[in-house]
């Protein structure tokens, strides 16, 4: 029977939770590298049993994990521990922590509209190569894409992004400058689609050498050219394997759709209660079908009325209903954070979503109902899930 | 022998329990203390000091001998007691956040 695999990162550390098929009875594990920050988990999807890990920390910055096993035993790649000293002039280890951008840094624009140099802060997502489980993508703050084609021993910042003739005029927004979103095209090898807040969403057609924003269509009021090329606060894209030119966006405010691959969007809100929030994700088998967790607003990062409520769309965004069963309707005053929710391939299709107040809810039936898989781990960051065979 | 006490989170990240004992050839300095954790634990590069300046991370402190040395230059000679083994080159993490 098949598994479904959750890779939970919190502020504390991370969890690794598992089930049958069934997604009733869950084992939890963990914490792993408690204490520590782990801003994203994710499996290949070409050798489930590699999983990377982006573990952080103010003091000690940012370590690279890598499981082989599928979270049992962790490495830095490329430094098992234990390994002896290296031999003077043997290849130098310890190099998977390593972020440096490539040539002159140079600046992007501050909160106050001033030049600041590019400062490496941490890895915000990893995403796994589609094809070869040697691959592997970071998306890291201050904003830029890095790749590694050893497993994460090595890291090589893909700069064209950075050098994009907008550079120099991106924003953080108040989580920092982070690229927080990387979607593969499983159509088209060359397609890698990058979110960054606040500079907004761009595509490259050639595996990350030259970038292209795409962000005709967003209307952001608060910066001052509301339709400008750069500049928008996107949370979070997503797009289902077999549409890959289908975009849905949850941006700062407003659910957004693409049908042409980011070269144009328009508004899905429709009638959520707000159109404020972080995360978004398509169902499995449905490509129509997209979730979304409304927050009121930037300024209140909870729940409208204190009732958490997942909106589900059948119809790609505008019809939203909300879906309340399992989960709380009064009191509740968390947030999901944008890399916190994810859909397993399993059939009905699983929903996951982990909140700032430590729970992390699944629903085994498309959204219909939701149970708490776990109600008191530390604050979530994020969320994936492995399907297993 | 140098002794080098490192913060719980490190110990950890490197394998390690209790102290670390580190070979060091003369001149004993920060520098060359943490040239060769480094070198024994190469897990910990970048984790102590950046990986391309090799400039202190802002929440960390070097102690010697009971004083701050942090802000001394990391190739000034370390204090006889701590090349002699007989005090340990403190690695400290602020106690600030959660």
């Not at chain 1, 939770?17 to 069934?22: I, N, R, V, Y």
């Not at chain 1, 398509?282 to 079908?289: D, G, I, L, M």
């Amino acid at each position: 029977m098949s598994k479904a695999r959750v890779l939970v990162g919190t502020r504390k550390g991370a969890f690794i939770l598992t089930a049958d098929g069934k997604r009733q009875n869950w084992e939890v594990s963990g914490p792993y590298f408690s204490g520590w920050e782990l801003y994203h988990l994710k499996g290949s999807p070409v050798n489930p049993g590699r999983i990377f890990a982006s573990q952080t920390s103010g003091w000690f910055g940012q370590v690279i994990q890598r499981s082989d096993d599928g979270g049992k035993t962790w490495i830095q790649p490329g430094t098992p521990p234990g390994e002896s000293t290296p031999a003077p002039g043997s290849m130098p280890k310890g190099e998977s922590n390593k972020f440096v951008y490539e040539g002159v840094a140079g600046t992007h624009k501050w909160y106050d509209g001033t030049p600041h140099p590019w400062e490496f802060k941490r890895v915000w997502h990893l995403e796994p190569s589609l094809s070869d489980p040697d691959t592997v993508y970071a998306g890291v703050e201050d904003a830029a894409l890095f790749v590694s084609r050893d497993g994460g021993q090595n890291w090589k910042e893909l700069s064209g992004l950075r050098r994009h003739s907008t550079g120099q005029n991106w924003q953080p927004g108040a989580g920092g400058m982070c690229l927080h979103t990387i979607l593969l095209d499983p159509k088209n090898h060359k397609r890698i689609y990058v979110a960054i807040s606040a500079a907004g969403a761009f595509r490259s057609d050639d595996a990350g050498q030259t970038w292209k924003p795409i962000n005709k269509g967003l209307h952001s009021p608060y910066i001052p050219d509301p339709d400008a090329e750069v500049g928008h606060c996107v949370h979070r894209i997503a797009h289902h394997p077999s549409r890959p030119d289908v975009l849905f966006m949850q941006k700062h405010w407003d659910v957004m759709r693409s049908d042409n691959a980011g070269d144009s969007w328009r508004e899905v809100s429709g009638n959520l209660p707000t159109d404020f929030g972080f995360v978004i994700d398509v169902h499995a088998h449905e490509p129509e079908t997209i979730f979304v967790v409304p927050i009121k607003s930037d300024g209140e990062h909870f729940p409208p009325e204190g009732k958490l409520r997942v909106y589900r769309s059948r119809t790609g965004g505008n019809d939203w209903e909300a879906l309340t069963k399992g989960l709380p309707q009064k009191d509740c005053y968390v947030d999901v954070l944008r890399d916190a929710m994810a859909v397993d391939r399993l059939d009905p299709c699983g929903i996951y979503f982990g909140t700032t107040g430590g729970q992390v809810y699944a629903s085994a039936d498309g959204g219909d109902s939701w149970n708490a898989i776990v109600r008191d781990l530390p604050a979530v960051l994020s969320v994936e899930v492995q399907t297993l065979p | 022998m140098i002794l080098v006490v490192l913060p719980a989170h490190l110990r950890t990240l490197a394998h390690v329990q209790g102290d670390v004992q580190l070979e060091v050839a003369a001149p004993v300095t920060a520098r060359s203390v943490l040239d060769a954790l480094e070198a024994r634990y190469p897990m910990l590069r970048g984790t102590i000091r950046d990986h391309v300046t090799l400039e202190r991370r802002p929440f960390l402190r070097y102690f010697a001998c009971e004083q701050d040395i942090s802000f001394e230059s990391p190739d000034a000679p370390l204090p006889e007691a701590i090349i002699s083994g007989r005090e340990p080159f403190f690695i400290i993490g602020a106690i600030a956040g959660g």
